[in-house]
């Protein structure tokens, strides 16, 4: 049997439950000092690591009378953010194994709290930590390490919909999973379940077969230059379009990204108006909270316009080079927008949706603008 120290993401409770598969209160833990260390924040996410340090001493908790399979239930998880096990002597002289980052994998930057990071991050930590465990057994540790920023991603969508506004003509019935297996996981993901539902007469279904592909939401945001009455589309490759055999893979669409850790939907709109376009919105309002195809996907948008200024000079070529992005930003007059989407010339959805709410709503933004400020990123 083995005993561990934490100092850091771990002394929370719910989240060891998960690594370990087990509750709390069927496992020896007790406060406890590592001398001679600190914990301190690193640049890369919201999580700790301990450098010496000359005075005081971590603190953290003991976990005593661990087995091989809790250990590698332990290795597997911490793994995946590259620390690995050290054996150490505690304030009270008894010994024991703690996580250690390499010299040079985390950037420190100051202090580290755990009720900080317990109410910022811990909700979101442990849905992706459920994701994570749910391939032990199944996909090395250096896999999942590579599919992290992905799996925290779909964490985050997962809270961001537990706190969704529709729904309020539509039934609140039982439902109950009764398998899921994840056929695939990498960018994304794709689930197959075994699923019953309640029927709109009370009674419960027979057992469905259903697959689900599982991505992260998307703040999605169309430009809009009020004075001069024009719009920013991008242009990009998609692989929609390159898979089902489309003769046009390059798609006319509004601005897109991926919502961050810890970002909210607006602020992502606000920071991907940047970065595809080197936009810089003056005001920005919100347009609809959609699934892209209910029935078989969680992809979700949060679809926004802005306000910008659009001169000539807007359009050009831009994205990240380290994100493999290469696209081409297009200023189009609202007449040729309105045009290009009624005679089915855009194939985008949101694009389409977004077109027809600017143009119940183009008087009042061309007469009067907008209270509406951005959010900081």
């Not at 811990?122 to 799996?151: H, K």
């Not at 807007?314 to 081409?328: K, Q, S, T």
Request: hydrophobic share 45%.
């Amino acid at each position: 049997m083995r005993n561990l120290f934490f100092y850091g993401t771990l002394r929370h409770e719910p989240l060891l439950e998960i690594v370990l598969d087990r509750p709390a209160d069927k496992l020896d833990l007790q406060r406890a000092f590592l001398p001679g260390y600190a914990a301190f924040a690193v640049t890369e996410g919201p999580f700790p690591l301990i450098r010496p340090c000359r005075e005081g001493a971590a603190e953290g908790l003991i976990l005593r009378g661990l087995s091989d399979e809790d250990v590698a239930r332990l290795d597997y998880y911490e793994g995946s953010f590259a620390y690995d096990l050290v054996e150490m002597v505690l304030a009270d002289g008894e010994t024991a194994e703690v996580y250690l980052a390499g010299p040079e994998r985390w950037t420190p930057f100051g202090p580290w709290s755990l009720t900080e990071w317990e109410r910022d991050w811990a909700a979101l930590s442990c849905e992706a930590a459920r994701e994570v465990m749910g391939y032990f057994g199944s996909r090395s540790r250096d896999q999942v390490a590579a599919m992290f920023p992905m799996i925290r991603k779909r964490a985050q969508s997962r809270l961001n919909a537990a706190r969704s506004r529709h729904g309020a003509r539509t039934k609140s019935g039982r439902t109950v999973i009764e398998d899921r297996n994840r056929a695939y996981a990498h960018f994304f993901a794709l689930d197959d379940m075994k699923v019953r539902f309640e029927r709109f007469d009370g009674s419960m279904s027979g057992v469905e077969d259903r697959a689900v592909f599982i991505a992260a939401d998307a703040a999605i945001l169309l430009p809009y230059d009020p004075l001069r009455d024009r719009v920013l589309l991008v242009e990009q490759m998609r692989m929609g379009p390159l898979a089902r055999g489309d003769r046009t893979v390059w798609q006319l669409e509004p601005i897109a990204g991926h919502i961050d850790l810890g970002e909210t939907p607006r602020a992502a709109a606000i920071r991907e108006a940047q970065e595809e376009a080197g936009l810089t919105l003056k005001a920005i309002e919100p347009i609809a909270e959609v699934y892209a195809s209910p029935g078989n996907s969680t992809e979700f948008y949060y679809i926004f316009l802005g306000i910008a200024d659009l001169p000539d000079a807007a359009e050009g070529v831009g994205g990240l080079p380290e994100e493999g992005e290469d696209i081409r930003a297009h200023v189009l007059s609202f007449d040729d927008l309105m045009d290009l989407v009624e005679g089915f010339g855009a194939a985008n959805a949101p694009l389409g949706l977004a077109a027809f709410w600017l143009a119940r709503h183009r008087d009042r933004l061309r007469l009067a603008g907008t209270a509406d400020t951005p959010e900081a990123t």
